[in-house]
């Protein structure tokens, strides 16, 4: 489905990416996991078409859309859900909903997939009318997935879903990702919560100073040693064991 | 000569129909800002070439003068699109996407304006020219005490509030006005919601500068119609902008409002020989109490 070839892209002159290649196939859930500043953001911004691609190919579908724009590439499938502090504040969750489905011209069935969104997440429905400003953290983060499932995507890119949300709202999150893959859509998610992301997706890479280090079936990274070695490191690992423990 | 509150009245009624179309300027200008993040200093000159698009079509077409205010709009929209499209879009582009442009942007608009003076002058010549306009159709509004409001001011406030209706239904209620506050908010995110966000910005440079178009024509059988109209107008758009908060629309009008009424309320109980100082007497007064104008929220703040 998607396929990135030798992708090199930063700001400016400042070089992030070095040479990503990745290859995502039809369905299911791929993870995308590194620390802060390893690139992953940087990733996502040049296959949904932010950032220009300084060098390397990026085809969808067997389309190079690596000088497309980014609106002409969510009409082709691939959405991008920012992380959860970018929904429109100043909107109502309904308004900011419809705005998801901006490129879509078929009336009823949005109306349906805005029903199923709302079934997704309950508490939206409730909150419909209010402004998307009073949300709490995890009702935006509910709020900007919800409106990139509105967009009626191929493939769907979402940035650390799980980031500053308590455990218990990321579950619930994790398990409405889930449901979006099962129902046909391709599954992209950026995460540093590594166990979480590794147990959800099939698939994973480790992002590392602008290129993949490792990639592999999410069972098998999550016992490798040199995931925990390169990309975990021990004292992080330790630190969260001991977190649990208590 | 003691207090007489007809005249009183009578300053605040055409004080309030000359602000409108100061907030409908700084509407405009409020749009820009909002949606660009420019601060377009040639509008003043979107209003001028307006008013004499309009009285173009008006007098020497020959058009009726509801259909030349809906003509100048249009022409005035284009010509804003083409000097947005052309100049000012290669200063704000910056990897693809609309960045804050900085100082090289706010030089491109001062001399935007001082090019498009100089070719109205070339087209239009240096004379103040009068605007005759047909308004028999129009009633004069007559209120109690003697106060007569002639034909172009009841004109003035009918368009004025219908324009104002009309950009709050559209910004509030159609797909594209959801599109444009989405530009406004974050340029990033309305790329990812599939918005073309280029046409967008060449929507809004248009729809800031059919309203200052519309104000021009509006003013137009008021006062005369001249090349150097622009730069009191623009000043005094300004002042109802920050008056009401910068980006605020309405805030816009609201300013635009006080602007006209304290304005006149100064021309005609302090100094008539003054008119312009009231606006910035106003603006610093406001600024001193509330920094951020009426209607301001806190510095836009931009990573």
Not at chain 1, 122 to 133: A, F, H, I
């Amino acid at each position: 489905m998607l396929q990135v070839n030798d992708v090199h892209a930063g700001y400016g002159n400042l070089k992030i990416l070095r040479g990503v290649d990745m290859s995502i196939s039809d369905g299911g859930i791929v993870t995308l996991l590194g620390g802060n500043g390893t690139g992953k953001s940087t990733l996502l911004k040049a296959i949904s078409g932010l950032i220009p691609l300084m060098k390397g190919q990026i085809t969808f579908d067997g389309v190079d859309i690596s000088n497309l724009k980014p609106h002409e590439r969510v009409r082709l499938g691939i959405v991008q859900v920012t992380q959860a502090k970018e929904a429109y504040p100043a909107m109502s969750v309904e308004e900011n909903l419809v705005l998801g489905a901006y490129t879509r011209k078929d009336r009823e069935a949005t109306k349906a997939d805005l029903e199923r969104v709302y079934d997704f997440f309950p508490v939206l429905r409730e909150r419909r009318k209010q402004m998307s400003g009073t949300l709490s953290g995890g009702e935006v983060q509910m709020l900007v997935i919800g409106r990139g499932m509105m967009a009626k995507p191929k493939m769907l890119m979402l940035d650390e879903p799980s980031a500053a949300l308590a455990p218990k709202v990321v579950l619930e999150i994790f398990a409405n990702i889930n449901r979006i893959a099962k129902s046909g859509v391709t599954i992209l998610v950026v995460e540093q919560n590594v166990r979480m992301a590794l147990i959800l997706a099939q698939y994973g890479y480790i992002i590392r100073d602008g290129i993949i280090l490792i990639e592999g079936i999410a069972d098998k990274l999550i016992k490798d040693p040199s995931v925990k070695e390169s990309f975990l490191g021990g004292s992080v690992a330790d630190v969260s064991r001991g977190l649990n423990n208590k | 000569m003691g207090f007489d509150l007809n005249s009183f009245l009578a300053f605040i009624i055409f004080g309030v129909t000359i602000g409108v179309v100061y907030g409908i300027v700084a509407l405009g200008i409020s749009l820009i800002y909002s949606g660009l993040d420019i601060v377009h200093f040639a509008h003043g000159e979107m209003y001028m070439f307006g008013a004499f698009f309009g009285l173009v079509l008006a007098d020497n077409v020959g058009l009726p003068y509801p259909v030349a205010l809906v003509g100048a709009m249009i022409i005035t929209a284009i010509v804003g699109m083409s000097v947005e499209r052309v100049f000012y879009r290669r200063l704000t582009r910056a990897g693809g996407g609309y960045t804050v442009a900085g100082m090289g942007m706010i030089i491109c608009g001062f001399g935007m304006s001082v090019a498009m003076v100089n070719v109205a002058y070339f087209i239009w010549g240096a004379e103040a020219e009068p605007f005759r306009a047909n308004l028999d159709y129009i009633p004069r509004l007559q209120f109690p005490g003697d106060i007569e409001v002639p034909e172009s001011y009841v004109l003035t406030a009918i368009i004025s509030v219908i324009l104002m209706i009309g950009l709050h239904y559209f910004l509030r209620y159609t797909k594209p006005g959801l599109a444009v506050r989405a530009v406004a908010h974050n340029k990033d995110i309305a790329y990812l919601m599939g918005i073309n966000v280029p046409l967008m910005i060449s929507l809004i440079f248009g729809v800031a500068c059919a309203l200052a178009a519309a104000a021009g024509v509006l003013i137009g059988p008021m006062q005369s119609v001249q090349v150097e109209m622009g730069y009191l107008m623009l000043m005094k758009a300004f002042a109802a902008a920050v008056v009401g908060g910068f980006g605020s629309l309405p805030g816009a009008i609201i300013g635009g409002i006080m602007v006209g009424v304290f304005e006149n309320l100064g021309a005609a109980y302090i100094s008539a020989s003054h008119k312009d100082i009231y606006a910035f007497l106003l603006l610093i007064l406001v600024l001193m109490v509330k920094p951020s104008g009426l209607f301001g929220v806190e510095a836009k703040v931009k990573a």
